[in-house]
């Protein structure tokens, strides 16, 4: 499977979404379990709904999650790692540090040029010229739409 580097670089910003939005759903599943009261064993025989079914469904909801994330955040460690060396391999001093705040910072292209102090055609010229030079690793790690490899 080919992709190409713009579509490399920009598969972490996917990932570290989903991972943020993964996060703040476990922590939303969390708060609902402690706010499941306690029951007394006296207590279930007259009571009608089965709290203790509920606080387990939602406990293995947030096991699985947490399951998940932690690949997650394997995956987008190891991408970033490699993003990381294959940026580093560029020649232009210009062309790396624009492709660091860019995929890295996810700065936008004005961002950029503030930070660098050059105009916007000029990061756009050295993002473009980056984007050309850049030889992605032999075997890139690609992130297919539901987060596998």
């Not at 916007?120 to 980056?130: E, I, L, T």
């Not at 992130?143 to 596998?148: G, N, W």
Request: charged content about 25%.
């Amino acid at each position: 499977m080919s992709i190409s580097a713009k579509a490399y670089f920009s598969q972490a910003y996917l990932i570290d979404q989903k991972i943020n939005s993964g996060i703040e759903e476990l922590n939303q599943l969390r708060l609902l379990m402690m706010s499941i009261p306690a029951v007394k064993i006296s207590d279930q025989v007259q009571m009608s709904v089965n709290t203790g079914a509920f606080f387990e469904k939602t406990y293995m909801k947030v096991e699985a999650l947490e399951k998940k994330l932690d690949e997650q955040i394997d995956i987008y460690v190891d991408l970033k790692e490699q993003m990381r060396r294959t940026i580093d391999s560029l020649q232009n001093p210009d062309e790396k540090m624009v492709l660091f705040y860019r995929y890295f910072l996810w700065k936008s292209i004005a961002q950029i040029g503030a930070k660098m102090n050059v105009t916007k055609r000029s990061v756009c010229r050295w993002h473009k010229a980056a984007l050309e030079h850049v030889v992605l690793p032999e075997k890139p790690i690609i992130i297919k739409r539901d987060l596998t490899v």
